[in-house]
């Protein structure tokens, strides 16, 4: 078990700049999860894949972000045309999908800032 | 609207001053709650699941506690180490994605 690992640990880009992000999960979790936190805060909820499937969405997620996660081994979150208000960490979580409800592991994030 | 309240925002002990964290949550129907640690800069660890009011899990000087309402995370005769932001997350029963909602953690500073 090597852990959840995500790339890069930091990104600085100024505003209206594409980022993109990329999350290893543990190779036997079929669950893959995007999360944003921003200082002082919980982490919130963005997007949900069951194997290569995005099964699920939050309002948070704009059109400007997209997320993959082809073959399902690793996902890709991009954000085109950053603004301020995506200055936050980015986590990816992995867990298993069968049985009862199983504890999702984190990443350390992607600490994005937007000039 | 389903929420996550964690009380207080922050706190401050002295080595060896046991003290109790607060975890109050409204869901329609709890599928489990869950604890995690976080350091400054690292994203959160995991520390426990709890399923069911009465159930109790420990971990060296940790123990979660739950009720029909809230949860509670003791520690005992805390360590400078156990110095972190402690999170409460929940999971909805008829939540098919099995997403966490997340309060916004309580951080703990223990002083030597």
């Known amino acids: 078990d090597t852990g959840v690992s995500q790339d890069p640990r930091h990104k600085i880009t100024k505003r209206g700049q594409n980022v993109t992000f990329r999350c290893d999960p543990i190779?036997?979790?079929?669950?893959l999860y995007w999360y944003r936190q921003t200082l002082g805060q919980g982490p919130e909820f963005l997007t949900y894949f069951q194997n290569e499937a995005q099964l699920e969405k939050s309002r948070l997620l704009s059109d400007r972000f997209s997320a993959e996660r082809p073959k399902g081994s690793f996902s890709t979150l991009e954000i085109q045309r950053t603004e301020q208000g995506d200055s936050a960490m980015y986590l990816c979580a992995s867990s298993r999908g069968q049985g009862s409800s199983q504890p999702q592991h984190f990443g350390d994030g992607t600490r994005l800032s937007i000039l | 609207e389903d929420q996550v309240t964690q009380s207080p925002e922050a706190l401050r002990l002295q080595e060896g001053e046991s003290s109790s964290l607060n975890c109050s949550y409204t869901?329609?129907?709890?599928?489990?709650l869950f604890w995690y640690r976080q350091d400054p800069g690292k994203g959160p660890e995991f520390l426990f699941t709890?399923?069911?009011a009465g159930e109790e899990k420990e971990k060296e000087r940790l123990k979660a506690t739950l009720t029909k309402k809230e949860s509670f995370l003791h520690i005992t005769a805390p360590k400078p180490e156990d110095s972190a932001t402690y999170l409460c997350a929940v999971q909805e029963v008829e939540d098919s994605s099995y997403k966490l909602i997340f309060g916004s953690g309580t951080r703990l500073l223990v002083r030597p």
């Open positions: 709890l399923y069911s």
């Open positions: 190779s036997e979790h079929n669950r």
């Open positions: 869901v329609s129907g709890l599928r489990g």
